[in-house]
């Protein structure tokens, strides 16, 4: 049975994999996104009483706890909190700030849904929803994953 190739393979379609997926495909990756759920970004859509608090203008390394305390500076250094807002803003997405620099949508969190399902088009980034994976093998540098869909190859 041939398997589905790409470069990245990505187990679920929440805020993380979706904005992982749109860094990929940026970097010209070819990249698969698989999610058992029946919609992308559930969460998402929940969060902030429907409104979505997506970022917070004060977010810095001193609110992480990591093992390596330098990985949250050097992650935020290359994509801050102001490089989200800007995201938002070319989307045409209306927000507002609450208490302690939470930001959200002064409509829908399904707009910010909306807008990374189109970041994601616009690097080509496929998105496979109602796929349950049955196993993950990891073979001479590859992923080999196998899915209600079939197998892909990562």
């Given at each position: 049975?041939?398997?589905?190739?790409?470069d990245?393979l990505?187990?679920g379609?929440?805020?993380?994999?979706m904005?992982?997926?749109?860094?990929?495909g940026?970097?010209g990756?070819?990249v698969v996104v698989?999610d058992?759920a029946k919609?992308?970004?559930?969460?998402?859509?929940?969060?902030g009483?429907?409104?979505?608090?997506?970022?917070?203008i004060?977010?810095?390394?001193?609110?992480?706890?990591?093992?390596?305390?330098?990985f949250a500076?050097?992650?935020?250094?290359?994509y801050?909190?102001?490089d989200?807002i800007?995201?938002?803003?070319k989307?045409?997405?209306?927000?507002?700030?609450?208490?302690l620099?939470?930001?959200f949508?002064?409509d829908?969190a399904?707009d910010i849904?909306?807008m990374?399902?189109a970041?994601m088009?616009?690097?080509?980034?496929k998105?496979?929803?109602e796929t349950?994976v049955?196993?993950?093998?990891?073979?001479?540098?590859?992923?080999?994953?196998?899915?209600?869909?079939?197998?892909i190859?990562a």
């Amino acid at each position: 049975m041939m398997a589905d190739k790409c470069d990245v393979l990505i187990l679920g379609a929440g805020a993380a994999g979706m904005m992982c997926a749109i860094r990929a495909g940026q970097r010209g990756r070819s990249v698969v996104v698989l999610d058992h759920a029946k919609a992308p970004g559930e969460k998402i859509r929940i969060s902030g009483g429907g409104r979505c608090n997506f970022t917070n203008i004060h977010a810095g390394p001193r609110n992480y706890l990591s093992a390596n305390p330098h990985f949250a500076k050097s992650a935020l250094a290359r994509y801050t909190p102001r490089d989200f807002i800007a995201l938002v803003e070319k989307h045409r997405i209306s927000w507002h700030e609450k208490t302690l620099g939470q930001l959200f949508c002064d409509d829908s969190a399904k707009d910010i849904i909306r807008m990374l399902l189109a970041e994601m088009q616009a690097v080509n980034a496929k998105l496979r929803l109602e796929t349950s994976v049955s196993a993950v093998a990891h073979d001479g540098g590859r992923f080999r994953v196998s899915t209600s869909g079939g197998v892909i190859e990562a």
